[in-house]
């Protein structure tokens, strides 16, 4: 079992994946903590944790799964990936929760895409891992939902099981090809956080306030008015994001918003029943998550 899972570790180095060792048979890292680090070693110069450790050196590797049959675990951040995480819905705990397969295929639909051809692999709940590469110059971190419901996604702090670990629930198997596509520029533009607007002194009056609000609001119809063909509802989904902050601040009703919205998306070719769904799904997430006022931070 050993080899077996140190030829995992090497066939994803070879990769250029930085693997590090997962607890035999579970998903934890298998190396110490801060607590117990006796600052010798690789953590000499202070405790490294499992993503600063994680490794493509093959002779590093063979040391460490000659020493129990450890998984796999791949640091995405350093391995250069974006792992698409589509849960099932009893990993989330409730057989009433969507599929996240099935919510992705209907987000993919929606920005006028199929779903991406790319390395995959089936987890042991039964649930998918679709493997990207992450765009350069860009640092994008894990989320949670922020995609579609039960889809999360791993990059930079993040990490996978890899093909041919083995849990109790099951084994993690590769389904398709060898190559890993680049992430798409739609699904980029959803993860890739909205940039915040300047922090407006506490002392700023509300007028000031809804000035820039207002500006906000005609730069980004605009955005989305001029957005071409394959990043439409990317364009439109962003736009909702930075804007409903302002909704929830005050600053905006709603119903401007929205209609502002609609129509640079109308504008854009996008189908109205499209434009109403994603306005709705993504101002309500920015709403709930932007309830500080800025000045109150």
Not at 102 to 123: D, I, K, N, S, W
Not at 139 to 149: F, H, K, W
Not at 228 to 247: D, I, M, P, S, Y
Request: with cysteine; aromatic share 6%; proline share 7%.
């Amino acid at each position: 079992m050993s080899e077996y899972l140190m030829r995992a570790a090497l066939e994803a180095a070879e990769r250029g994946w930085h693997v590090f060792p997962l607890r035999p048979g579970g998903k934890p890292p298998a190396l110490h903590g801060e607590k117990s680090c006796t600052r010798t070693g690789e953590c000499a110069g202070g405790h490294r944790k499992w993503e600063q450790r994680a490794t493509t050196d093959p002779d590093r590797i063979r040391a460490a799964w000659s020493r129990a049959p450890f998984n796999v675990g791949i640091a995405c951040g350093p391995s250069g990936l974006v792992v698409v995480d589509l849960d099932t819905p009893e990993h989330k705990g409730s057989s009433d929760a969507p599929c996240g397969a099935a919510t992705f295929r209907a987000l993919c639909e929606r920005a006028g895409h199929a779903v991406p051809t790319t390395y995959r692999v089936r987890t042991a709940s039964g649930g998918e891992h679709l493997y990207f590469t992450a765009p350069d110059g860009v640092r994008l971190s894990n989320t949670a939902g922020t995609v579609a419901d039960s889809v999360d996604t791993r990059a930079w702090g993040g990490y996978v099981v890899a093909a041919g670990s083995i849990t109790p629930a099951g084994r993690y198997e590769a389904l398709c090809g060898p190559e890993t596509a680049s992430l798409p520029v739609w699904l980029q533009t959803i993860l890739q956080p909205a940039p915040k607007p300047p922090q407006a002194p506490s002392t700023a009056i509300t007028g000031q306030s809804r000035r820039y609000a207002d500006v906000a609001l005609a730069s980004e119809a605009r955005n989305v008015a001029s957005a071409q063909v394959g990043n439409r509802e990317a364009a439109l989904f962003r736009a909702a994001r930075a804007l409903g902050r302002f909704v929830a601040w005050g600053d905006l009703p709603r119903h401007v918003v929205e209609q502002a919205l609609q129509e640079g998306g109308e504008a854009a070719g996008l189908p109205a029943s499209e434009c109403r769904s994603t306005l709705r799904s993504a101002l309500n997430w920015s709403i709930t998550h932007n309830q500080t006022r800025r000045d109150t931070a």
